[in-house]
Nanobody
């Protein structure tokens, strides 16, 4: 059974930090690009960041560059999103998703345009002002 399980969300004050985790199972982790999306109330879902499990290439949306860092522990089949200097506008449900790497074919800057093969259920991040 394929599973993507997010954890690490919570309530934090502006300027604070959180680390999200996405634990993957049931598929060949190294063959996939793992991404983080977020959806704020009343807004469309947004692709935040992704990492290639095979070569470590990454992508960040402009609004989080310099504040968020994505990393992967292939031995644990887990992807992390370290979020620093959080802002109230980062408040959203954060979802982990996976897409087969060969479909993305290195187009990491547009990974969010590809249909994801697997999704997690999400974890809520709330940043208070």
């Amino acid at each position: 059974e394929v599973q993507l399980v997010e954890s690490g969300g919570g309530l934090v004050q502006a300027g604070g930090s959180l680390r999200l985790s996405c634990a993957a199972s049931g598929f060949t982790f190294d063959d996939y690009v793992i991404g983080w999306f977020r959806q704020a109330p009343g807004k469309e879902r947004e692709g935040v960041s992704c990492i290639s499990s095979s070569d470590g290439s990454t992508y960040y949306v402009d609004s989080v560059k310099g504040r968020f860092t994505i990393s992967s522990d292939n031995a644990k089949n887990t992807v992390y999103l370290q979020m620093n200097s959080l802002k109230p506008e980062d408040t959203a449900v954060y979802y982990c998703a996976a897409v087969w790497g060969s479909r993305v074919h290195g187009d990491y800057d547009s990974f969010y345009k590809y249909g994801m093969d697997y999704w997690g259920k999400g974890t809520l991040v709330t940043v208070s002002s």
